[in-house]
Each structure stands twice: as structure tokens, then as C-alpha cells.
């Protein structure tokens, strides 16, 4: 039952404006260096902007919530802000409902904040006094980073969302403004003043209802829709660690993660913890068969990229050629050739002039876990290595990320029905994304590739095809360990995509129509502790991790009947590689049993990308 009275009803998104104003000096602590001589910094966003964390204030309400709820109408901050776990399906954790984000510095004394200007004049210092003299202890002067001079009112804005009823909306907006107004500072070192709260506000936006986009009655032809995401947020999204507490963002948004985030704002939208609640609803029904790829960075004004090919070679030079036709090295060559793992800048830059990526920059950020006395918890502090667009002088984004959606696999007479929920939710944003909660915009669009895909009607006996892997696949099934000498990457792939043409052939065919010829691939382990804590089917399950075929990877094939090869390549090209039949059966085939699905981006291709090198 959701919380407007209807198991069906849709729960309005509402958002709330706050506005804190503190009193110079604050400080919450930054991780950047600064400039010389400074020994605490400000907290700036990736735009250089100072923020009052979205989480500090959390926090600070949720001590409030926690201390005095019964008074504040059971005011709940588990409910609101969520409670840890592994994963909700095991009863334990709970997801945070109220969206929170970082509030910004827009105002200084009434008047516009510039980042832009010089603010070394307003530094404020300290001293140590020696315990013994009660002078000045030596080498203890501490400079610390301003934006105005003492007294000064510095205002933060920012926007928070939940989905709840009017009813719910006004309350939580009572509670969060006591919550704030009872916080007499904020920031560190409050015991000497800093970080004074002048005055709070929190107001909930006029909603002018569902965000719908222009209906175009071709716009989900052939099942099939492109999008474009922007976002001025910090993204840090499938994040790795090499360090334990260093979490490093990709550079693109995963097709699972989208349908993560899909499959979390639809249960939210219709107040259900699980999709198998909305038997009645289209989407939620069809789930599973939606296929969306991956969100590729893309340049603002160009179409999408696809990975450098791997069969890519450089002479020395400047000169980048295409060795796909050649199993071997040609006898031509009057020297060894470099691919891409020994590739310098030169070639890179090069190579990446005609790829039309976009380009992203890094920003840090680094937190800490509070312990019950509201300090830094000891053995607790963690970073977020963070993807941001980069931006033009005048402030516009320079990238976006392109993506599809692709209902093939939905029943043809619920396509329409579905085709709109997504069209309704993708409206509104998608959020909130990756370990930052970021949000991003998303609006159609009609570009196609960078490297449109060769033609396929033009095929004869004996042509020899190279297909691109543009996302990592899970190619063939991790049974047993074998010494590397004993491993054949030929036979093992010849035998995985034989299999897979013959779910598009058939069975009964005398032979396949494409022949593997040889590759150009890599690989990489894909496991860790979450992965194997969080898929495993039982206790005793022993570790073991998946092979992954990366992005880039090249595979070329022989055609042998021209006709069933277009029918192969035409399928790869629009739905991706399915899982091969040995990997259904050693892995799964499903969400419940690991994230590298077709359905969730993984073994998309692109047959003979036109990218303009010279063959080799």
C-alpha cells in the first residue's frame, strides 16, 4: 500500500529549498592543499564553490530526530535518512528516502559570491598558548582559509527531494526547519565561535505536476530510444578501491546502474519496496526484458564513442592503422609494432582526436565516519575520486552521456505502455546515482555513432568482419583453473560465439555462417568480497571469480553464407551478445546471480565500426 492510499497511486516528487546563513568566520574542513602558507582549508565543490556538506547536515538533524522525534511529531531519521546494511533483501539496512545534497555559498553580505575573487586578505589565524609561560607557543600559528571578513552573513542554498503526499511533505518540512533552527553552529571549531547559525529556512517548491516531454509518435520505433544525460554533480560510479578507503570512479554510467536507479525511483514512485508488488504495471511486469546500455561520455556537440579497437596499431610518427585483417604480423613490417598497452600520449591523443569522447576531470573528496560523540571516528576516513564534465568559459558542459534503451525483448503490445513509464520517470532526472547520490538530466536525442557500423548487405563469401566489443562480456564460463600454457582463448571463443549464432540460425544448421577467425582481446578478473557476498547462493559456496572480456576487444570472423552472416551481425548489432548457453549454465542468466547481463549493457558491439584509420 503506498502512502497515498492506493496500492496503484503514483507519490508525488517534492522538493525542498534551504537556506542556511552562518556568520563569518565558519570553517568545514577541505582536502585540498590550497594556496601556500595555509593550514586549513575550506570545503569546496568540483566548481570551487565553498558547500556545507549535505551530509554534515544530515547528521546534525538526524541528532535532533533522534533526541527529541516525540516532540517533533515522530520525527524518524531511519526512515528518512535510511540505516546501514548489505542489502535490503536481507532485512538488514534500509534505504535513505530523503535526498540530500550539498548546500552552496551564494551570498556573502547580501551580495553574489564570485569565486573568481581574492580571498587571501580575509585568512584568519591562531595561536597555541604554551601551557607553562601562557605566551605564545613556538611554531604554532595557524592560518585558516575565509571568504569574508569576521561578522559577515554568509548564505547556503541548496535543494533536497523526497516522494511523499502533501501531508507527509509539510510535516517533514516542519521537522527539518526545528531541526536546523535548534543547531546554534555548524562546521569545526565551534568552542571559539566559528560557524554561527544566523537564520534557517526551509520551503517546499510549488510541483507543476509531471514533467512529460513533446509526444513523437516515432520516437520508440523499433522499440528503441536515445538519451542524453547531463549532470554539474560529482559522479563517482562503479567504484574500485586498490586502497580500501580510495573509492575511483569510472568515466561512464553502466546500463546496470541506470536500471538500478530506474527500478528504485519506479518502487518509490508507487511506494512499494519490491517491483513483484505492481503486477498491474507494465514496466515494473517487463522489467527484467528492458535492455539498456551503457552511458557513454560523449563531446556536447558529437555522437557516441565507442572504445579504441584493440586491433589498433602505431607505426611511430603519428601514424595509428587498423591490423584487424592479420592473424599474424604481415611480412611487410620492417619492425615491431605497438599496441595500445605500449602506446605513449602521442598515440593516445592521436587515436582519441577522431573518437569524439568527452572529456571528464577528477575531484576529490574525502570524509570520515562519526562516531556516538559526534567526533571522527577513529580508522574511519575514506575518499571519493570523483568524475565531473568539464566545462567552456562560460560555464557549459563540454560532455554528456549517451545511451539507449532498448525494448526488443518486451511483448510488442506492451511496448507503448512501457515506452511511457519510462518516458514519465526519465522526465523528472535520474537520481540518485553512484556513492555522491548525484542527479542527472536527461533529455532524447536523435545523434547517432561517432563510427557508424559498416554495411552488411554488401557481404560475400570469404570477407573478413571485425566486431568491436564496446562494453566488457562475460564470454565463456569460469569452471577451473588451468595453468596459462593451457589455455586456448581461440578454441574457447571459436566454441562460445558458434554457440551464440546457432540461437539466431538454429540449431538444426548444417554449419555457422561466420567463422571465427583469430582476436584482438583482453581480459580481466571480476570479483572481490561484495561480488561474492552478495551473489552467492549459499554459505559454503566457494570463491570464484568471472572473466571478463574488456571493452575494446576486437574479434574478426570469415563469412561463409553472406546471408545468415547478415542476419547474425544485424542481431548482434541491435540487441548485443547474449550470454553464451555453458555461461547460463554455470553462472545464471538473471540479476539475482551477477550484474553482467545483456539487459544491463554487457556484450554490446559495433561490427566494422568506420573509424577512418588505414588498414594495416
Request: proline letters at 6%.
Amino acid at each position: 500500500m503506498s502512502p497515498t492510499g492506493s496500492p496503484t497511486g503514483t507519490i508525488p516528487l517534492q522538493t525542498f529549498a534551504l537556506s542556511i546563513t552562518l556568520q563569518a568566520p565558519y570553517l568545514v574542513h577541505g582536502n585540498d592543499a590550497g594556496r601556500y602558507g595555509l593550514h586549513a582549508t575550506l570545503l569546496r565543490n568540483h566548481r570551487r564553490i565553498p558547500v556545507l556538506p549535505g551530509t554534515l547536515l544530515a547528521g546534525r538533524i538526524a541528532e535532533v530526530w533522534t533526541a527529541h522525534g516525540k516532540a517533533l511529531g515522530d520525527a524518524d531519521a531511519d526512515r528518512w535518512f535510511g540505516t546501514p546494511g548489505i542489502t535490503i533483501a536481507s532485512g538488514v539496512g534500509q534505504r535513505a528516502r530523503l535526498r540530500v545534497s550539498d548546500l552552496v555559498l551564494t551570498t556573502v553580505g547580501g551580495k553574489p559570491f564570485d569565486p573568481t575573487a581574492a580571498t587571501h586578505e580575509f585568512d584568519a589565524s591562531r595561536v597555541q598558548i604554551d601551557d607553562t609561560t601562557g605566551s605564545v607557543q613556538h611554531g604554532a600559528l595557524l592560518m585558516v582559509e575565509q571568504v569574508c571578513l569576521p561578522g559577515a552573513s554568509l548564505t547556503f542554498q541548496g535543494e533536497w527531494s523526497v516522494r511523499a503526499d502533501d501531508r507527509q511533505a509539510e510535516t517533514l518540512r516542519r521537522q527539518l526547519q526545528v531541526a536546523l533552527q535548534m543547531q546554534t553552529q555548524l562546521g569545526a571549531w565551534r568552542n571559539i565561535g566559528f560557524g554561527r547559525v544566523q537564520a534557517v529556512e526551509v520551503k517546499r517548491k510549488a510541483s507543476d505536476g509531471v514533467t512529460r516531454w513533446p509526444v513523437q509518435r516515432e520516437a520508440w520505433a523499433g522499440g528503441r530510444r536515445r538519451f542524453a544525460l547531463t549532470s554539474d554533480d560529482a559522479l563517482c560510479l562503479s567504484a574500485s578501491t586498490q586502497r580500501g578507503n580510495v573509492f575511483v570512479s569510472v568515466d561512464h554510467v553502466s546500463g546496470g546502474t541506470i536500471k538500478g536507479v530506474l527500478a528504485r525511483m519506479l518502487s518509490e514512485r508507487y511506494g512499494v519496496k519490491s517491483l513483484d508488488a505492481l503486477p498491474a504495471q507494465k514496466l515494473a511486469c517487463h522489467f527484467d526484458k528492458v535492455r539498456v546500455t551503457h552511458a557513454l561520455p560523449a563531446a556536447h556537440d558529437s555522437g557516441r564513442p565507442v572504445p579504441l579497437p584493440q586491433s589498433l596499431v602505431s607505426l611511430g610518427g603519428g601514424q595509428i592503422r587498423d591490423a584487424f585483417r592479420h592473424e599474424a604480423p604481415p611480412d611487410m613490417l620492417s619492425g615491431a609494432v605497438a599496441f595500445q598497452t605500449d602506446w605513449k600520449t602521442a598515440d593516445f591523443e592521436t587515436a582519441g582526436a577522431r573518437q569524439g569522447k568527452g572529456r571528464s576531470e577528477s575531484y576529490l573528496r574525502v570524509r570520515t565516519d562519526i562516531n556516538g560523540e559526534g567526533q571522527a571516528k577513529d580508522g574511519a576516513l575514506f575518499a571519493y575520486d570523483c568524475r565531473v564534465s568539464a566545462r567552456d568559459e562560460q560555464g557549459h558542459p563540454l560532455t554528456r552521456w549517451l545511451f539507449d534503451i532498448d525494448l526488443g525483448a518486451v511483448p510488442e503490445q506492451d511496448r507503448g505502455s512501457v515506452a511511457q513509464s519510462l518516458d514519465d520517470m526519465l522526465a523528472e532526472g535520474l537520481a540518485p546515482l553512484g556513492k555522491t547520490d548525484a542527479r542527472m538530466e536527461v533529455q532524447p536525442c536523435d545523434d547517432g555513432a561517432v563510427w557508424p557500423s559498416g554495411p552488411a548487405q554488401g557481404l560475400k563469401k570469404g570477407d573478413k568482419v571485425p566486431v568491436l566489443l564496446v562494453t566488457d562480456a562475460l564470454l565463456f564460463p569460469t569452471t577451473e583453473i588451468e595453468p596459462p600454457a593451457v589455455v586456448d582463448l581461440v578454441t574457447i571463443y571459436t566454441t562460445q560465439f558458434e554457440a551464440l549464432q546457432r540461437e539466431i540460425v538454429g540449431a538444426a544448421a548444417a554449419d555457422v555462417p561466420l567463422r571465427y577467425s583469430h582476436h584482438f582481446a583482453t581480459q580481466r578478473l571480476a570479483g572481490g568480497r561484495f561480488l561474492h557476498e552478495r551473489y552467492r547462493e549459499r554459505k559454503d559456496q566457494p570463491y570464484r571469480p568471472l572473466v571478463l572480456t574488456e571493452a575494446g576487444s576486437v574479434f574478426v570472423f570469415e563469412v561463409v553464407e553472406p546471408d545468415g552472416a547478415r542476419r547474425v551481425l544485424e542481431a548482434w548489432q541491435r540487441h548485443g551478445l547474449k550470454l553464451p548457453p555453458e555461461v547460463q549454465q554455470c553462472h545464471g542468466a538473471d540479476w539475482t546471480r551477477h550484474p553482467y547481463l545483456p539487459e544491463n549493457g554487457h556484450g554490446e558491439v559495433a561490427v566494422h565500426p568506420q573509424h577512418g584509420f588505414q588498414p594495416l
